[in-house]
């Protein structure tokens, strides 16, 4: 039989509600032992004292029951709502421990609604995510992850390849000829169609990562080419040096900021520049690290000098876009806020320090390389899910080539190992090890 769990839910600190919670086969006689009070309506808000072992009062306060398996874990769980004073939460949580109840481990009472089917693991996930969420836009894509967006798209594709599958592996076990591939060429144009929905379904979790994660941007260029002026206008803060001599931008410096509701993270790096000093040769292999882990890397230079990047461009990690900020244009009359090229690369003109030109960069970072991220109906998603959505995508493309050549076998176990990475999105096969990683991200009480 599985323990009965209890936690403080709320934050430590002081608040005017403190909730713990507990779950489990015991709950209910917790609930009723600590507070005196037999016959507890479902889902019915009590008003309660709360006593220790001396029957001396601890805290009042509401009591709620609820049964089995209509509640968060699935299981009978109880709800204390009492002041929001850790002394006292203490208190109430070491005797419900007395009553036989053992310490909740992080994210055990959402572990247990995954395992008792409330909820799935992208479910699970979500809530964490919303939890963690640092912009409106974020904690509203987790939202709809967690009501089950993402996991019905999910679903939707299984059925479709389950349909193929079961077709297939009929027809081959129960017909002593072959399958005719001529006249079931319904298969092959199921089989694109999932292929296109999975793109789409990509492209939608894709969109709802960089939401979770944010975008890493990078900063990169000449010293004195005005990094840190740009961080701090993107920013709006004074945290990065700025100052007339070369080479001041040291170390990588990180700003987390927000933009039209997407999380970024900025690391302005020192420019790339031969020195002889040992701290500045250091801030450079540090510049090339980071920027290797970007998402989009901006190279600024001075505008009318973009050849003065040459050698800079050529030492871009490939394979991560990259844009061209020509700045300072203030200092040339004729020259405005506009969008160019050079060298392939995308280049704006702007002036960091008057601010000249600035949304022009914001459109770039917000809206590029992939679609808008304000659709409305994102949902949050993972690094695992992305891989997981490639692989399947990759055996139903073998699928269809194996449909092509009449390998009606072939196509069956492609579909099979597809459905398999797709069932590991929403947790029906997973690891321990996974479960363990999702869930003790959670805090304790949730
Ligand atoms: P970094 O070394 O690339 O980080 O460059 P800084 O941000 O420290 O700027 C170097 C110098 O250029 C400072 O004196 C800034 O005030 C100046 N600067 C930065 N942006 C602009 C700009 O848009 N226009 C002008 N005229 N000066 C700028």
Not at 135 to 148: D, I, N, V
Not at 170 to 175: I, Q, T, V
Not at 223 to 243: E, F, M, Q, Y
Not at 326 to 353: C, E, F, V, W
């Amino acid at each position: 039989m599985a323990s009965t769990i209890a936690a403080i839910a709320t934050p430590p600190g002081t608040g005017g509600v403190g909730v713990i919670r507990i779950s489990g086969p015991y709950a209910a006689d917790i609930g009723q032992r600590i507070s005196g009070r037999q016959n507890l309506l479902p889902r019915y808000a009590h008003f309660a004292h709360f006593y220790d072992r001396h029957q001396t009062v601890i805290d009042s306060g509401l009591l709620i029951h609820f049964p089995a398996p209509a509640s968060y874990t699935g299981e009978d769980v109880i709800e204390i709502q009492a002041h929001g004073n850790a002394l006292l939460l203490d208190m109430l949580l070491e005797r419900i421990l007395e009553l036989g109840a053992v310490p909740a481990e992080a994210g055990e009472f959402t572990r247990r609604a995954y395992l008792n089917e409330k909820i799935d693991l992208v479910q699970a996930e979500a809530i964490a995510d919303l939890i963690n969420s640092q912009t409106r836009l974020s904690a509203m894509a987790a939202q709809r992850s967690l009501q089950g967006r993402f996991s019905a798209y999910v679903d939707e594709l299984l059925q479709a390849m389950i349909r193929i599958r079961v077709h297939i592996e009929a027809a081959l076990d129960f017909s002593d000829e072959d399958i005719d591939f001529v006249s079931e060429h319904w298969v092959g144009e199921s089989l694109h169609s999932i292929l296109q929905r999975l793109d789409v379904l990509s492209l939608n979790a894709h969109q709802g990562q960089r939401l979770r994660d944010g975008l890493h941007l990078v900063l990169t260029g000449k010293p004195n080419s005005g990094k840190s002026t740009l961080l701090n206008a993107l920013s709006g803060r004074n945290s990065a040096i700025v100052s007339d001599e070369a080479g001041t931008t040291r170390d990588v410096i990180r700003e987390h900021i927000e933009i039209k509701g997407i999380p970024l993270t900025i690391s302005d790096t020192a420019g790339l520049r031969a020195s002889d000093n040992a701290i500045e040769q250091e801030g450079q292999q540090r510049a090339r690290q980071a920027l290797t882990q970007a998402d989009h890397i901006l190279v600024i230079g001075t505008a009318g000098a973009p050849g003065d990047l040459d050698e800079l461009l050529q030492e871009l990690p490939e394979g991560i876009p990259a844009t061209i900020v020509l700045n300072k244009i203030d200092q040339q009359p004729d020259l405005m806020p506009a969008i160019g090229s050079y060298r392939g690369h995308t280049t704006i003109s702007l002036s960091a320090r008057e601010g000249h030109g600035l949304p022009l960069l914001l459109e770039r970072l917000t809206g590029s390389q992939h679609a808008p991220l304000e659709t409305p109906g994102l949902f949050s998603a993972r690094r695992r899910h992305l891989h997981a959505l490639d692989r399947v995508k990759n055996h139903i493309l073998d699928a269809i080539s194996n449909w092509e050549h009449a390998q009606g076998d072939l196509v069956a176990e492609d579909l099979r190992q597809a459905q398999y990475a797709m069932d590991s999105i929403t947790g029906k096969f997973s690891s321990d090890d996974l479960l363990g990683e999702i869930f003790s991200a959670l805090c304790i009480g949730k």
